[in-house]
């Protein structure tokens, strides 16, 4: 089983739609949780950190489920700009400071 | 405010050559990490510093990598006899703390490699 899973995708919305992402992760002890963008031959950048009360910013929306191990981004009245490959970031886990990232998400959203 | 700085951007080498690779964190970033990229493939991690110790380098895929951070700050990944199966962009990042105390990590906008 992978560290973190995601749908690759695509995910093909019209502009206006709402889409949302989920994310699994294996190890119970991660601390840290986090969603980035990655445009074509870009690199990651950080879209918003996740955590466990739920967090909001604009027209994205995180939530953290420990219990199950899950990790959601809803993006509400997409936007062209919106397209791109969504990667979901967990830490190692207790004594692992790295990041371990999923291999992401791909929206494309249509005029 | 730099961000994170990677040299050279684009590196295109002969199968059997040595690359070095350059990283340049965000001044005061703790942490540094490598990582790498295959054309549509997720990132694979190779190698974390915590200053200039490198606590997990579990990602390194054989001992043709290396990899060292000096004074804290710059980082250099070696890839000795690259071969074609190297070829990816290699992306390095820091984060103020360890990936484990909720901090984000930036990124720079990698080298990308070629082994022809």
């Known amino acids: 089983r992978k560290e973190v899973e995601q749908d690759p995708g695509p995910f093909n919305v019209p502009e206006g739609a709402t889409v949302a992402f989920n994310c699994t992760y294996s190890n119970s002890a991660s601390q840290s949780f986090f969603w980035y963008r990655q445009d074509c031959r870009k690199e990651p950048k950080l879209l918003m950190s996740v955590y466990s009360s739920g967090n909001e910013d604009g027209r994205f929306t995180a939530q953290l489920n420990r219990a199950s191990q899950y990790i959601s981004l809803l993006i509400r009245d997409s936007k062209l700009s919106d397209s791109a490959t969504y990667l979901c970031?967990?830490?190692?886990?207790?004594?692992?400071?790295?990041?371990?990232f999923g291999t992401g998400t791909r929206l494309k959203v249509l005029a | 405010g730099a961000g994170v700085s990677q040299s050279p951007s684009n590196k295109v080498t002969e199968k059997g050559k040595d690359v070095e690779l350059r990283c340049d964190p965000i001044s005061g970033h703790t942490a540094l990490y490598w990582y790498r990229q295959s054309l549509g493939q997720g990132l694979e991690f190779l190698i974390y510093f915590q200053g200039n110790s490198a606590p997990d380098k579990s990602g390194l895929p054989s001992d043709r990598f290396s990899a060292e951070r000096t004074g804290g700050s710059v980082s250099t990944l070696t890839i000795q006899r690259t071969q074609q199966e190297d070829s990816a962009v290699y992306l390095c990042a820091s984060s103020l703390r360890s990936a484990g105390r909720g901090t984000e990590a930036f990124f720079g906008q990698g080298t990308r490699l070629t082994v022809v």
């Open positions: 970031v967990v830490n190692g886990g207790s004594g692992t400071y790295k990041y371990i």
